[in-house]
C-alpha cells in the first residue's frame, strides 16, 4: 500500500487507487502527520468536528469506514485512548522524499554534486502539488504543511547549488527564478540566482535580480541586502568568480580580487549542412545518458572508419551536442596520427591541455607520467570533454585519460581494439552515407534547384563518389565552380576510372586531396602490408576472398592474413564477412595506382595470373560438379597452372561457391579481355555456363558469353571462338533472344567447320535445331538433329541429342518416337553420371505417357523426376518443367484445382527473363489441353 501527500491526499493498493469519502481523506491526513504514532480520539474529534465527540460513537464510525475503504482493518490501530495509522517503510512518499533528499545534502556537502543532483531530483519528483491539497484548514495539518514547505524549499535550493556545481547552470536558471518570484525576500535564493545567470553569461541579468531583490528588501523590511548577496554581487561587478558558500561554511569562497580562471571552449566550428549518421549520434548520446556520473572514471569514445569517411567531422558535430553535460572546458587536439607531419607524443599533448587550464608552462613537469599525473589532479571533480583528433594507437590515449566524470572522444583510421579491452571505450565504426543521405550532401552543395534539373546526374554523381563524405564534399565544390556547367559533364569526367582520383585533388589543401588523405593511411604500413595493398589492387572487383588475397599477393594463406587484417585495422580493407574482405571504390582505385606507380609490369602480370589460373581452375572444378564432363567439353588442363582450385566437394558447395563469387567472376571476364588475358576470359566465360543456366543468370550469361567470343576470336577464332560462340548462342535462347541465338549457333559452326573440329560441328548442328525447336519450326529441328547424328556417327554423341528429338517429336503429337528418344536420352545420361538430365528427359518421357492417355504411367515418371531433382537441389528450369507436367496431370485427372496450384509453382521456377516461357505456362490456365513441351538442351 502507498500513501501519498505531497499533493491531494491518494492511497494506493496494488495500484488500485482507492476511494475515499471527504470524511475518510481528513481523518486518514491528520493520521498520517503523525504515522505509526497514536493520536487522542478528542484531539482528533476536535479537529474534525469542532468538538469532542459524544461518547466517541462518530470517531468510531469514521475509523471503521476507513478500515474498510482501505480493505485492512489491523491499519488503523486503536491503542492508548487514540488510533495511530500503521504505515510499513517507504509506504509513505513524504518518508521517501526526506530519505532522499537528506542523501543528497550530504552528497553535496562531502563533494559530490553528481549524486547530490540525482537524489535531490529524485527526491523533488514526488511533489505532486501543495502538501495535503484541499485539506490545510486542519491546525495539524497546517503545521505539516508548512515543515513539508520548508523541507522541499530547503531541497530545490540545494538541488540548484548541485546542478550548478555540476556545470548546468542553464537547468538552475530555470527553477531559481520560480523560486525567487515565489519568496523574493530569501537572499540566499537570490545570490544562487545571479551566480547561475553569471555562469549563463546573463551578467545584466544577474545584476538586476540583486536590484530587484534589493528593492524588495527595503520596501518589505526596510533592510539593505546582506553579506552573501552583496559579496556576489561585487563579485560581478568586479568580473570575478561568485562562489557558491555552502551551509553557511565559506569553505568554496575566494578572495574578492580573485581573478576568473579560464574555461576552455576549443570546439571546433560545427559542419554546415551536416547530414546523416543519425543511429550513430543517437548511440553516443544514448552512451552518456547511460553512465555513471558518481564513478570516478571517463566516458572513452572511440569513432573509428576509413580515410575520407568523416570521423573528425561527425565528432565535432556530437561533441557539440552534448557539450553542455562537460561545462569545465571542451578542449580538442589533432594526434596528427595519419597526416603528413609526425605523431604527437603523450608528453606534448598533456602539455597543451594543462595549459589549456591555466597551468604556466613553468609548472609543467617533464615526464609524461607526472604530466599524467598532473592533469588527473586537476580534472578531479569537474566535468571536460576532451577531443582527440586522429589518434594513431591506444598508446596516445592512455595518458590523457582523467580519474573523473569527463568525456574523452578518440577518432582513428584504426580500430584501436585495446582501447575497447582495457579501457572501455564505446567504439562506434563509420562507413560510407546512405544513398539518400549522400544526395542530400551533394543537394546542399550546388543547390536544390540544379540538383532537382539533373536528379540522375546527381545519383550518378554520388554514386562515383561511393558515399565517401570527403569525396562528396570535394565534387560538390568542383560543380559549383562552374554553376552552368551540366553535371552531366562532371559525371563524364568521374566516370573513368583511370583518371579518376585525379578530379578529388587540391594542389593547395592536403586535407581536401583525396589521394592525399589516403596516402598517410598508406606510409603508416610496415613494407609487406603495403606491397600487399598495392597488390590487391589489381583485384578487377572490390570484394574477394583470403585464398584469392594470398594467391594475389604469392604469399601463404597464413601470412596473407596477417597482412589483410592490419590493412584492416586501419580501414584499408574493410571485412563484410568472416572470410572475405572488401574495398571501397576509391581505395581499391588508390591502391591499383600505386600497383602501377611501384611494381613493374612484370610483377603485376605475374600476379594478375596467379589470381585468374586460381578463379578458372576453380570454376571448372564447379562446372564439373554441376555437370559432369563428357567428351565433348573443352578441359582446363590443371597442369596449365601453377595454381590448385579450390576444394569444392559435390554441386551445392559448388553453386555456393559461384554464387558468393558471381560478381567477382563476371568482373574477372572483363578484366581479363581489358588486360590481355584473352584465353582466361573465354574460358571463364565458358565455364559459366552450366552455372548461369542452372541459376536462370541469363543478362549476366549473355554479357559474360559477348566478351568471351570477343577474346576467343582475337585469338584467332577456330575451336575456342567455337566453343565461345556456342556458349553465346545458348545464353542468347535462354534470354528468348532466338534469332540472335540462331545467329550465334550459325557463326560458330562455320568456325569449327574451318578448323574442321567435327565435335564442336556435331554441336551446334544439334544446337541449331533446338534454336528452331524454340521458334516452332519442329520438322526443321528434327532435319538438323539428324544431321548431327550424322556427323556424329563413329564418335561420342551428344547427350542432349535425344532428348531434343524427343521433345521436337513430341510437339508434333509423334509420341512413341518421342518415348523411345526419351528413354535413350535417359540410359545416356545415366551413362554419363548426367543425373540432371536424366531428370529432365524423364519429365518428357512421363508427358509423351500422358498425350498417349496414360495417366498413371506419367504420374509414376513425374514424381520420381520430380522426387530426383528435388534431391540435387534443382530450384530452376527441371522443377517448373515437372511441375508443368504434373498440373496437366491432375488436370487430366479432373483436379483443376491441383492443376492450377502446381502451374502457379511452375511459373514461380522462371526466370524473368524467359518471356517466352512465362507465357506459355500463362497459357495452360486458359488453354490447358493446347499445351506442348519446350525442348530441352
Not at 184 to 207: N, Y
Amino acid at each position: 500500500m502507498e500513501f501519498a501527500v505531497l499533493g491531494p491526499l491518494q492511497v494506493r493498493d496494488d495500484e488500485r487507487l482507492v476511494d475515499l469519502a471527504p470524511s475518510q481523506s481528513r481523518l486518514l491526513a491528520l493520521l498520517l502527520c503523525r504515522p505509526n504514532q497514536p493520536v487522542a480520539a478528542g484531539a482528533l474529534a476536535a479537529e474534525l468536528w469542532g468538538d469532542e465527540d459524544n461518547g466517541g460513537r462518530r470517531l468510531q464510525l469514521l475509523v471503521h469506514r476507513v478500515r474498510n475503504a482501505l480493505g485492512a482493518r489491523d491499519r488503523v490501530v486503536h491503542e492508548r485512548g487514540g488510533y495511530s495509522l500503521r504505515v510499513l517503510p517507504g509506504e509513505l512518499d513524504s518518508e521517501r522524499f526526506g530519505t532522499l533528499a537528506r542523501a543528497g545534502a550530504e552528497a553535496l556537502r562531502s563533494g559530490q554534486p553528481h549524486p547530490a543532483v540525482r537524489d535531490l531530483g529524485d527526491a523533488c519528483r514526488y511533489w505532486r502539488g501543495p502538501p495535503f491539497d484541499g485539506l490545510d484548514d486542519l491546525p495539524t495539518v497546517a503545521i505539516e504543511v508548512t515543515r513539508l514547505d520548508d523541507l522541499r524549499l530547503s531541497a530545490l535550493e540545494q538541488l540548484h547549488i548541485a546542478e550548478l556545481e555540476t556545470g548546468h547552470a542553464s537547468a538552475a536558471v530555470a527553477g531559481l527564478a520560480e523560486l525567487v518570484e515565489r519568496h523574493p525576500l530569501k537572499e540566499r535564493l537570490g545570490a544562487l540566482l545571479m551566480i547561475a545567470l553569471h555562469r549563463c553569461d546573463r551578467r545584466a541579468e544577474a545584476l538586476d535580480v540583486y536590484q530587484r531583490s534589493r528593492r524588495a528588501l527595503i520596501d518589505e523590511l526596510g533592510l539593505e541586502p546582506g553579506a552573501e548577496l552583496q559579496r556576489v554581487h561585487a563579485a560581478i561587478l568586479g568580473d570575478l568568480v561568485p562562489q557558491i558558500v555552502l551551509f553557511g561554511e565559506d569553505r568554496a569562497a575566494p578572495a574578492i580580487g580573485e581573478r576568473a580562471a579560464t574555461v576552455p571552449r576549443q570546439l571546433p566550428p560545427d559542419t554546415a549542412g551536416f547530414v546523416g549518421r543519425t543511429a550513430e549520434l543517437d548511440e553516443l548520446t544514448d552512451v552518456v545518458r547511460r553512465r555513471d556520473s558518481a564513478a570516478a572514471t571517463p566516458t572513452v569514445v572511440a569513432i573509428v572508419g576509413a580515410a575520407g569517411i568523416g570521423k573528425t567531422t561527425f565528432a565535432v558535430h556530437w561533441a557539440h551536442r552534448v557539450a553542455d553535460e562537460y561545462p569545465d572546458g571542451q578542449v580538442r587536439i589533432d594526434l596528427r596520427g595519419h597526416s603528413d607531419h609526425e605523431p604527437v607524443s603523450a608528453a606534448a599533448v598533456l602539455g597543451t591541455i594543462l595549459r589549456a587550464f591555466d597551468v604556466r608552462a613553468s609548472e609543467l613537469p617533464e615526464g609524461e607520467d607526472e604530466r599524467s599525473a598532473l592533469l588527473r589532479s586537476h580534472l578531479a571533480g569537474k566535468r571536460v570533454l576532451l577531443l582527440l583528433d586522429n589518434v594513431r594507437s591506444p598508446e596516445q590515449v592512455r595518458p590523457l585519460l582523467p580519474a573523473a566524470d569527463c568525456l574523452v572522444v578518440v577518432t582513428s583510421r584504426n580500430q584501436l581494439s585495446g582501447l575497447s579491452v582495457h579501457d572501455s571505450a564505446h567504439r562506434v565504426t563509420l562507413d560510407v552515407l546512405e544513398p539518400a543521405d549522400a544526395l542530400r550532401l551533394l543537394t546542399r552543395a550546388v543547390g536544390t534547384r540544379r540538383a532537382t534539373r539533373e536528379p540522375s546526374s546527381l545519383a550518378e554523381l554520388a554514386h562515383l563518389c561511393g558515399g565517401i563524405p570527403l569525396a562528396l564534399r570535394i565534387a560538390g565544390e568542383r560543380a559549383t565552380r562552374i554553376p552552368d556547367q551540366p553535371l552531366s559533364d562532371l559525371v563524364d569526367e568521374l566516370a573513368g576510372e583511370r583518371d579518376r582520383l585525379e578530379h578529388f585533388g587540391d594542389l593547395d589543401d592536403a586535407a581536401a586531396d583525396l589521394r592525399a588523405v589516403f596516402s598517410w593511411s598508406y606510409h603508416a604500413l610496415d613494407a609487406e602490408s603495403a606491397r600487399a595493398f598495392r597488390l590487391l589492387g589489381l583485384h578487377p572487383s572490390n570484394t574477394f576472398s583470403l585464398p584469392a588475397a594470398a594467391v594475389l599477393v604469392g604469399e601463404s594463406v597464413a601470412r596473407t592474413q596477417s597482412m589483410v587484417d592490419r590493412l584492416v585495422s586501419i580501414h584499408l580493407l574493410q571485412r563484410p564477412q568472416t572470410d572475405r574482405y572488401a574495398f571501397h571504390d576509391l581505395i581499391r582505385l588508390y591502391a591499383a595506382e600505386l600497383a602501377h606507380r611501384e611494381e613493374s609490369e612484370s610483377t603485376r602480370a605475374d600476379a594478375t595470373r596467379r589470381m585468374l589460373d586460381l578463379y578458372l581452375q576453380t570454376v571448372a572444378v564447379a562446372r564439373d560438379h554441376i555437370r559432369p564432363r563428357t567428351g565433348l567439353d573443352v578441359v582446363i588442363d590443371p597442369a596449365e597452372s601453377s595454381v590448385a582450385p579450390l576444394p569444392l566437394t559435390d554441386s551445392a558447395e559448388a553453386i555456393t561457391w559461384l554464387e558468393t563469387e558471381r560478381q567477382v567472376l563476371i568482373d574477372c571476364v572483363g578484366a581479363s579481355a581489358d588486360g590481355g588475358f584473352d584465353d582466361h576470359a573465354w574460358k571463364i566465360a565458358w565455364c559459366l555456363h552450366s552455372f548461369f543456366d542452372h541459376q536462370q543468370h541469363h543478362d549476366d550469361w549473355v554479357s559474360t558469353a559477348t566478351i568471351g567470343l570477343a577474346a576467343a576470336k582475337r585469338l584467332g577464332g577456330g575451336r575456342a571462338a567455337a566453343l565461345a560462340g556456342n556458349c553465346l548462342g545458348s545464353a542468347l535462347l535462354a534470354s528468348s533472344r532466338i534469332a540472335e541465338g540462331l545467329a550465334a549457333y550459325e557463326d560458330a559452326l562455320a568456325e569449327a567447320r574451318r578448323v574442321g573440329d567435327v565435335i564442336r560441328e556435331l554441336v551446334l548442328v544439334s544446337n541449331i535445331g533446338y534454336a528452331h525447336a524454340r521458334a516452332g519450326r519442329h520438322q526443321e529441328a528434327i532435319e538438323n538433329y539428324e544431321h548431327a547424328a550424322v556427323v556424329g556417327a563413329g564418335s561420342q554423341p551428344t547427350t542432349n541429342l535425344d532428348l531434343n528429338l524427343a521433345a521436337s517429336h513430341g510437339a508434333l503429337g509423334n509420341y512413341r518416337e518421342a518415348i523411345r528418344y526419351s528413354e535413350h536420352a535417359i540410359e545416356t545420361y545415366r551413362r554419363h553420371g548426367e543425373r540432371l538430365y536424366a531428370a529432365i528427359a524423364q519429365v518428357n518421357l512421363a508427358e509423351a505417357h500422358l498425350c498417349l492417355g496414360e495417366v498413371d504411367r506419367a504420374d509414376e515418371l513425374c514424381e520420381e523426376a520430380l522426387a530426383e531433382l528435388r534431391s540435387l537441389g534443382q530450384t530452376t528450369k527441371g522443377v517448373s518443367n515437372a511441375m508443368v507436367v504434373r498440373g496437366r496431370i491432375h488436370h487430366a485427372r479432373g483436379d483443376r484445382e491441383a492443376a492450377r496450384e502446381a502451374w502457379s509453382q511452375a511459373r514461380a521456377y522462371v526466370a524473368s527473363s524467359e518471356s517466352e516461357r512465362l507465357d506459355q505456362i500463362d497459357e495452360l490456365f486458359d488453354r490447358p489441353d493446347e499445351f506442348r513441351s519446350r525442348t530441352v538442351h
